[in-house]
């Protein structure tokens, strides 16, 4: 497979370098140079299949040539030691995609790339340093995901009092080969930093770079995975009421998504839209999703521009899905890439809600459905109800991407609707202790504590 720049399609990569890159030479993101159809007999049987199976016939054409398919297979079963479960809630079902280790979504795509990176790099001399902006979620699962790795060393940077004091355990409490850097700024002065110390040509020269962020292919492609798995048995009538799926869900009635044959609309609460494209792959490789649906706190850039034609980026604004405070979306300019304005409108529809409405989310929810729901997913799942009210979603199966497990996001959850279990992992990186330098959101500042660490 060869990838090629946003900004220049002659700029060319295979897999290995697009992803130990994470940025084109041009300053674009790497995009696959055409997305792969799955094999009819994969497609058909989708709703049945085991997860790592989907994995590997999802990834297989995306490195093929760079990892030969025993290494793949291990590298799959090694990332995937969890599921993303279909719960039935209400009239919809929950896609929970937080089984992983830091308890969000970002644990598939950050598992599987650590371990890629650790076997496209194997024999080499020279360290890795990865950088990282993080908004709150991603840092701790790329630095979970990449802790003890050995030749590879982490930098995640934070916005200063801007993440959950247990996400910020869980980017700053690892040490070893993980180092922290809060930000005296926000999620988008931190995407800035990392992306000027990228293409910096001084340090460069001094350490091998890369980047971990939704703008790293890697990290999308191992996304696709749950969207044909969730997609494919949604479509088939198949939920999990057993297994792994929490929080549990007491006599609700899986009345959506037990139908087989009816369209699939998946709606996927966003930021820097990294989640959403990987979604839009796996519909063009033929997971059976009909629609998407674009949900964004009131940070709505880009529900803005499926409106207008005309994308406008802006400051990030704060809010209680923090994850998905994002002015100025990367992947915007990979959707571009593939997908004109009319084709994203015909298959994506946007809506933006507001913290007032996330909060009267997670409290209806819990008390109609028993269901304890985080405020990123709540988003997810209050977009639904706007779009319905306005009669723009078709009948059918509706799937909310749960985004982050409820316990993750305690600090609003808990006065709303009360404590919700708490899974081990979280409570093991609660017990950890902040280590984090703190700088001013200057590039110069962010490179002078970069060249500390050698
Ligand atoms: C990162 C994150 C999002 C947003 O995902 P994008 O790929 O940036 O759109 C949503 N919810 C949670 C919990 C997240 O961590």
């Known amino acids: 497979m060869q990838y090629y720049s946003t900004r220049n399609k002659n700029e060319k990569a295979g897999f290995a370098i697009a992803a130990l890159t994470g940025l084109a030479p041009d300053g674009g993101l790497f995009v696959p140079g055409e997305i792969p159809q799955y094999p009819a007999h994969v497609r058909s049987s989708l709703g049945a299949m085991d997860f790592c199976d989907i994995a590997f016939e999802t990834i297989k054409p995306f490195v093929q040539g760079e990892i030969p398919d025993s290494a793949l297979d291990d590298i799959i079963r090694s990332a995937f030691t969890f599921t993303a479960p279909l719960v039935p809630v209400a009239d919809r079902f929950a896609v929970e995609l937080f089984h992983g280790p830091t308890a969000a979504f970002k644990d598939f795509g950050a598992r599987f790339m650590a371990r890629a990176f650790s076997y496209l790099r194997r024999g080499e001399e020279r360290p890795l340093r990865i950088l990282v902006a993080t908004s709150g979620d991603t840092g701790g699962a790329v630095a979970d995901g990449f802790f003890g790795v050995e030749g590879i060393s982490v930098t995640v940077l934070y916005p200063k009092g801007r993440v959950t004091p247990l996400q910020e355990r869980q980017i700053a409490g690892l040490g070893k080969n993980i180092s922290a850097i809060a930000v005296e700024g926000s999620f988008d002065d931190c995407q800035r930093l990392v992306k000027a110390a990228l293409a910096d040509n001084d340090l460069k020269k001094r350490m ?247």
């Open 208 to 454: 091998t770079l890369s980047s971990a962020n939704s703008i790293n292919i890697s990290r999308l492609i191992p996304q696709m995975v749950y969207y044909s798995a969730a997609a494919g048995r949604a479509f088939a009538g198949r939920v999990d009421m057993d297994g792994e799926a929490t929080p549990r869900v007491k006599g609700v009635a899986p009345s959506a998504a037990a139908k087989s044959g009816l369209p699939v609309t998946l709606c996927v609460p966003s930021g820097n839209f990294g989640n959403l494209t990987a979604g839009l792959y796996a519909m063009k490789m033929g997971a059976p999703v009909t629609r998407f649906i674009a949900a964004t706190n009131i940070n709505k850039t880009v529900p803005d521009y499926l409106d207008s034609g005309e994308y406008l980026a802006r400051v990030s604004q704060a809010t209680i899905s923090n994850a998905m405070d994002v002015g100025a979306p990367s992947n915007y300019e990979r959707m571009a890439a593939h997908f004109s304005w009319e084709e994203m409108r015909r298959i994506i529809l946007g809506v933006s809600v507001s913290d007032e409405e996330t909060r009267e989310t997670i409290v209806r929810v819990h008390k109609d459905a028993d269901y304890f729901i985080d405020p990123h997913s709540a988003v997810g799942w209050k977009g639904v109800d706007k779009l319905r009210a306005e009669n723009k979603i078709e009948n059918g199966a509706v799937g909310i991407l749960c985004t982050a497990h409820p316990a993750k996001f305690s600090e609003v959850v808990r006065p709303l609707a009360g404590e919700p279990p708490v899974p081990s992992s979280l409570a093991l990186a609660m017990e950890r202790t902040v280590n984090a330098a703190t700088i001013p959101a200057e590039v110069s500042a962010f490179i002078e504590t970069l060249n500390t660490y050698n």
